[in-house]
């Protein structure tokens, strides 16, 4: 069982900057596909982006240029640093791992699953 704690959400105006923390509880971090989700109120779960095992990502269009997701092995915590925040980012974001490196923008391809932190950008 792997459990992951998010971190470093909060309010924020457009144009600002926030990053994200999510620390994992496993000494094989470094082998899992850690991914960011977002779900807005009325909306399904979205993928946001994904770290690969190695350090390989992808986005969703939307965020590419904005938002940058990076790993930190050692540390066994991912991160997700958002820039130049949009209302439209407003959510509730998660974490999560999987020992597969497919489906990675699929909610059911994680195997593992943080609480959520809220994020807000007002206008």
């Known amino acids: 069982q792997v459990q992951l704690v998010e971190s470093g959400g909060g309010l924020v105006q457009a144009g600002g900057s926030l990053r994200l923390s999510c620390a994992a509880s496993t000494r094989t971090f470094s082998t899992y596909t850690m991914g960011w989700f977002r779900q807005a109120p009325g909306k399904e779960r979205e993928f946001v982006a994904v770290?690969?095992?190695?350090?390989?990502?992808y986005y969703l269009d939307s965020v590419k240029g904005r938002f940058t997701i990076s790993r930190d092995d050692a540390k066994n915590t991912v991160y997700l640093q958002m820039n130049s925040l949009k209302p439209e980012d407003t959510a509730v974001y998660y974490c999560?791992?999987?020992?597969?490196?497919?489906?990675?923008?699929?909610?059911?391809?994680?195997?593992?699953w943080g609480q959520g932190t809220q994020v807000t950008v007002s206008s």
């Open positions: 770290s690969w095992s190695g350090g390989s990502t």
């Open positions: 999560a791992a999987a020992s597969r490196s497919y489906l990675y923008t699929r909610s059911y391809g994680y195997d593992y």
